[in-house]
């Protein structure tokens, strides 16, 4: 039982590229969501997912998409990457009423 | 706009001795308050969860009280440990549990 795998680690993107980081669990979670940590910020929703086929926008949605084709992954696609991007980000997933369980993040710099 | 407040920033404190960290919201309609801890590098992770009737929660080192008529919260940890150094987290879900509010943490460096 892996729990919330996130992939790549780190990731150096120069403005304009794009990519997609991989989030993963085995735990049969319906809800995943993807928040971005910032420096002296609390963690910020990006998009979530209620199951399988269904999305929805968090706070902080522009410049990203996300989908949901199966109940173990949730990709988030950054489609044009800008300095403003350079974040922590971090998958999570939960059980209906119980604690998230969090990846251990990626690191992404945007140049 | 529904806010989640911590303080301190930071926090240094010997080992052994206790530190109280606090957690000011203003989510409303309330469902829940729990507490993560983040230690460097890695992804939070639940220590207690506090509802709206419950007043304190003990996991371990980890007190957790809430006040839900005046909306704080604070965790209190008892003779500290080196490995408590980290950030600690509070997140207030509001009553349909998929609005969640997270407070930016309180990094807490216990030196030996």
């Known amino acids: 039982n892996a729990g919330v795998t996130q992939t790549p680690k780190f990731q150096v993107l120069k403005t304009g590229q794009s990519m997609t980081l991989q989030c993963a669990q085995d735990m049969n979670h319906e809800y995943m969501s993807w928040y971005r940590q910032d420096p002296g910020m609390g963690l910020r929703l990006i998009h979530y997912?209620?199951?399988?086929?269904?999305?929805d926008q968090g706070e902080v949605p522009n410049g990203y998409n996300v989908s949901r084709s199966t109940t173990e992954d949730f990709p988030l696609r950054l489609l044009s990457a800008a300095p403003s991007q350079t974040s922590v980000y971090f998958c999570?997933?939960?059980?209906?009423?119980?604690?998230?369980?969090f990846g251990n993040g990626t690191r992404l710099t945007v140049t | 706009k529904n806010q989640v407040e911590q303080s301190p920033q930071s926090l240094i404190i010997l080992e052994g001795k206790n530190c109280t960290l606090q957690c000011n919201y203003t989510v409303s309609p309330f469902s829940n308050l729990r507490w993560y801890k983040q230690d460097t590098g890695r992804g939070p992770v639940s220590l207690t969860i506090?509802?709206?009737?419950?007043n304190t929660k003990s996991n371990g080192r980890y007190t957790a009280t809430l006040d839900a008529d005046t909306k704080q919260s604070s965790l209190h940890i008892t003779a500290s440990q080196l490995s408590d150094s980290a950030s600690y987290i509070c997140v207030v879900s509001a009553y349909n549990n998929n609005d969640m509010r997270f407070g930016a943490g309180t990094r807490l460096t216990v030196k030996p």
């Open positions: 999570a997933s939960r059980y209906r009423g119980a604690p998230l369980h």
């Open positions: 997912s209620v199951g399988a086929g269904i999305t």
């Open positions: 506090m509802t709206f009737s419950e």
